[in-house]
Each structure stands twice: as structure tokens, then as C-alpha cells.
């Protein structure tokens, strides 16, 4: 079974910067395409950022050149690089295994003043 574990959520100020880490179970890191989504209070849940087995990334247009993807396969794990954070990028942050549509339990980030 997929588990999946976020962490490096919490509050900090506009133009400020968060790191999110998600840390998996078994061999899905080596195979799937990994993501990390969003969903802010009553609006859907939104794709962030996405990055192959072999490192291909993307990017939603609200995000990209402020935030940046990255995983270790041999360490089963995946990072967001949050800079230059806007209070619209307030939401639980989910990481994502999109092929076998498992999520984790998602991490909380509040961009406020």
C-alpha cells in the first residue's frame, strides 16, 4: 500500500519561503510521476507542480519561476521549494502520486501578514 507523508507546512509572511518535503513508501518514487497539489478553502484542488522519473518538471502558470520541485529516488522523497510566497498561495498542500491517485494527509501553509 502508497503511503505518503508531507511535512514543512506552517505560516509565514508575503515574500517569504517554505520548503515542503514528502516522504513515500516503496517503489513508487523510482517509477511514477510524482506532484504536489493544492486546495484552498472552497476553491477545487489544483495541480502545482509535477516531476518524472526522470526529473522532467512542471509547473502551474501561478507558480512558476517562484517555486521549484525536486526528488530523490534513492531517499523516497520529494521537495517544494516555495519562494517569494503570495497570500493567494494560502491552501493544504498535498503530495501526490497522480497514476494511482493516492494523496497524502497534506500540510497546511498560510502566507499572511
Known amino acids: 500500500q502508497v503511503q505518503l507523508v508531507e511535512s514543512g507546512g506552517g505560516l509565514v509572511q508575503p515574500g517569504g519561503s517554505l520548503t515542503l518535503s514528502c516522504a513515500g513508501s516503496?517503489?513508487?518514487?523510482?517509477?511514477?510521476?510524482l506532484a504536489w497539489v493544492r486546495q484552498a478553502p472552497g476553491k477545487q484542488r489544483e495541480l502545482v507542480a509535477s516531476i518524472s522519473n526522470t526529473h522532467n518538471a512542471n509547473y502551474a502558470e501561478a507558480v512558476r519561476g517562484r517555486f521549484t520541485i525536486f526528488r530523490d529516488n534513492a531517499k523516497n522523497t520529494m521537495l517544494l521549494q516555495m519562494n517569494s510566497l503570495k497570500p493567494e498561495d494560502t491552501a493544504v498542500y498535498y503530495c501526490?502520486?497522480?497514476?494511482?491517485?493516492?494523496w497524502g494527509q497534506g500540510t497546511q501553509v498560510t502566507v499572511t501578514s
Open positions: 501526490s502520486v497522480p497514476n494511482l491517485s493516492t
Open positions: 516503496g517503489n513508487l518514487f523510482t517509477f511514477y510521476r
